[in-house]
Each structure stands twice: as structure tokens, then as C-alpha cells.
């Protein structure tokens, strides 16, 4: 089947086609820039945002895929998880096509999403599989039994995702945003051993209460303590100021001498250390031979390494689409609504809004009974 996917849950205006198992367009418009004097998405901004950039990417994707909407079989959009107000426009766009070409409508789970671009990666999904997904508003474990009818969430973080961690740990050494690329660079001359940080819900009593949840708040809140005692040792005993203005941050820890490269190495690695040590411990406990990985942070060179490092050792096979499906966009939409189309699910129609915390177990909202 020919779909259209439409991607908005964030602040990347996404619309994809895909026939079956194939990627024939996936245009991606980000309000990133927009957001980076804020140091994290606004969600306002990202509404707005959407309005502008849908009309264009939807031109840009139909003429890529050389396509017109009378081609089309079926549309499918994002409806959850993600931010409310930004969910909102492309659901309005969504049903608003939909409406206009009488085509079936088919709201789908952002976080089975991510599962789907696998498909359009490397023409098929092997299950089941583990599945990580990290970015900066979601840190995911999945078990994928089948794409279609068998997701469910192994864990999640209880409170900052791992994208948001780079994001605030980067403002904090004064580095912008967003923060992971540039962790990543200053890492790359560091000493990832010169400071121990903390492997939140990873100690024996952590492991035991929360075998898959994740937890980066404690870790920020470490290396914001380590920077505040540098800076006081070197200011003579007057605590610094941490978290302040960005410009501000930067000159202090210049000023302070601080060791930003080992504190974002030694950063980068728990960070990584604790998510593969998870997922792949999902794996064993599980008797699961597989690992897919998604979302923006699957950027991470580090993360890339002692992934396939592990993986390996433990006779994993792993799994990495290429990144412009690991981040948001509307291709990984647009695939698992073929895979919907091809199972033979009802389309969901017109009714249904924006689901803030859609959960996994729905891969997509089914049509109402009645
Ligand atoms: P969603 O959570 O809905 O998937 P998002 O926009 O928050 O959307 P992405 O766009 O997929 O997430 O990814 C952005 C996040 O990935 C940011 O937090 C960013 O810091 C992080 N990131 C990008 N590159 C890297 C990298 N090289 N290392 C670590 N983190 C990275
Ligand atoms: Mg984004
Ligand atoms: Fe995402």
C-alpha cells in the first residue's frame, strides 16, 4: 500500500511515504533552532511552528515521491505520546486530508513508530526484539513481538529522558544547545574515568525495584554538584553559580578551569553505560537475541560504540537504522501504517484527539464500536 505519514509530536514537522516496505520521501522540518535560547523545546513555539512548516513539507513530499494524494491508499499520524498542542496540528492536518481525499485515516503510536523505521531501513523487522528508544522526551524499553498486535513497555525513565539530560548537563558546562552533539565533541578529548557519576536505578536495590526504568536526574544533579565545588575551590570557597545564563555558565567555568572535557566524558559514559547495560540485561532476562535502537540520541558516536561492543560480547545482534529514521519524521509514521493496512486493521476514522501518554500496548487507537 501507498501511505502518507504525518509526524508532529515534537518539534520535528515530519510527513513520509513509504509503498509497503519502501521509502519513496521523508521530509523533516525542526523548530530546534527556535527552541536553543530556551535550552529545550517550548511547546508553544513547536505548535506554531507545525502550522508554518506543514504545507510545505507535504508539497515537498508528494512531489519527492512523485506522487498525488488520488495515489495514496492511506494516511497515518502521530496521536501520541508527545506534547498535546503539537500533536494537535498534525492531527488537524491529518483529518483534514484525510476528509478532503476520502482516503482511511489511521492514528498511530510515535513510540511503535520508531519501531517501524527498522522496516524502512532494512526492508523488514525481525521479532521479537528488545527495542531502546531514546531521545530527548522519551528513554523507552521495549519488547516487540509483532509491530502490529504484541508491543509492550519493559520500562521508562521516571523522570528526565536521556536527550534532556545531555540537553541540561550541556547548558550547565555552558555548552548550548542542543546539548548532545556538542557533549559529544567536547568528550572526545576527555577522560570518561576521571569522575565517577552516578548509574541511576542500576545498584542492586535499583536493579531489583526497577529492573528497566531509567533514572538521568540524579545523575544531572551530580554534575551540577561536582561543577558548583570546582568552582568554589577555585573561586577561594564563594560557591559559583550554576544553572544561570548560558553566556554566564560559560565564562564562570572558564574561569573556574573546569575539566569540561572529562566532565562531559565522564557524563557521556554513564549515560551510555546505564542504557546498554539495561536494554541488554532486558535481553538476557528475556532470552531475546535482538537489539533495535532509536530515537536522536542513537546519534551518540559513544553510544554507537559500547552498543556494538556489548552487543557482541553477549551475541546480540544489533540493530541501528539509519539516523534520519532514528530521529522524528514521517517516513517511521507512514511504515507502521502500511504495516496496519497490511494486517488488515480497521482504520481509525476521524474520531480521536491528541493522547499525551498513548500507551505502547496501543500500536494504534482502533475505531470506536459503536
Ligand atoms: P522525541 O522525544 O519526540 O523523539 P525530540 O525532538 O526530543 O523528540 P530527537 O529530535 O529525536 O528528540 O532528538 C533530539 C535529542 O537528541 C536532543 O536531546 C539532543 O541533545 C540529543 N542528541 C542529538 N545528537 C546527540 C549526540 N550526538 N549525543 C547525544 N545526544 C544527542
Ligand atoms: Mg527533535
Ligand atoms: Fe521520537
Not at 494537535?88 to 482516503?103: F, H, P, T
Not at 532494512?122 to 528488545?130: A, D, F, I
Not at 540524579?218 to 577555585?234: H, P
Request: hydrophobic share 45%; proline share 5%; charged share 20%.
Amino acid at each position: 500500500p501507498l501511505v502518507l505519514g504525518i509526524e508532529s509530536s515534537c518539534d520535528e514537522t515530519g510527513v513520509g511515504i513509504v509503498r509497503g516496505t519502501t521509502l519513496l520521501a521523508n521530509t523533516v522540518a525542526s523548530s530546534m533552532d527556535e527552541h536553543a535560547r530556551f535550552g529545550g523545546v517550548v511547546p508553544e513555539v513547536a505548535a506554531r511552528a507545525h502550522v508554518q512548516a506543514f504545507g510545505p513539507a507535504l508539497h515537498q513530499a508528494l512531489a519527492e515521491a512523485d506522487i498525488t494524494m488520488a495515489d495514496v491508499d492511506a494516511i497515518a499520524v502521530t496521536s501520541g505520546p508527545g506534547l498535546a498542542g503539537a500533536l494537535m496540528v498534525g492531527i488537524s492536518a491529518a483529518k483534514g486530508l484525510a476528509l478532503g481525499s476520502g482516503k482511511p485515516l489511521y492514528a498511530v503510536n510515535h513510540l511503535v513508530g520508531h519501531v517501524g523505521a527498522e522496516i524502512l531501513d532494512s526492508g523488514r523487522l525481525q521479532t521479537p526484539t528488545v527495542a531502546l528508544l531514546v531521545s530527548g522526551g522519551h528513554t523507552s524499553l521495549l519488547l516487540v513481538r509483532d509491530l502490529v498486535d504484541d508491543v509492550v513497555l519493559l520500562g521508562e525513565t521516571i523522570d528526565d529522558a536521556a536527550g534532556e539530560a545531555f540537553d541540561k548537563v550541556a547548558r550547565l558546562l555552558g555548552l548550548g544547545y542542543p546539548g548532545g552533539p556538542r557533549i559529544q565533541r567536547a568528550a572526545e578529548d576527555g577522560d570518561p574515568t576521571a569522575i565517577r557519576f552516578p548509574r541511576g536505578l542500576s545498584s542492586a536495590k535499583g536493579m531489583r525495584a526497577h529492573p528497566y526504568d531509567f533514572s538521568f536526574s540524579g545523575l544531572k544533579t551530580a554534575v551540577a554538584r561536582w561543577v558548583s565545588q570546582a568552582e568554589a575551590a577555585a573561586a577561594g570557597g564563594v560557591p559559583g553559580s550554576v544553572g544561570g545564563d548560558v553566556a554566564d555558565t560559560a565564562a564562570a567555568a572558564e574561569r573556574a578551569g573546569l575539566p569540561v572535557a572529562d566532565i562531559a566524558a565522564s557524563f557521556q559514559d554513564a549515560v551510555v553505560d546505564v542504557l546498554i547495560t539495561k536494554a541488554l540485561r532486558a535481553c538476557a532476562d528475556l532470552g531475546v537475541p535482538r537489539l533495535l535502537l532509536g530515537g536522536g540520541v542513537i546519534a551518540n558516536a559513544r553510544l554507537r560504540e559500547v552498543a556494538a561492543e556489548r552487543c557482541a560480547r553477549a551475541g546480540v545482534t544489533l540493530r541501528i537504522p539509519k539516523l534520519s529514521l532514528c530521529t522524528d519524521n514521517g517516513a517511521m509514521i507512514a511504515s507502521l501504517g502500511a504495516q496496519l493496512v497490511l494486517a488488515g486493521k480497521p482504520p481509525t476514522g476521524l474520531d480521536f484527539g491528541p493522547d499525551s501518554s498513548l500507551p505502547v500496548t496501543d500500536t494504534y487507537v482502533a475505531p470506536r464500536a459503536d
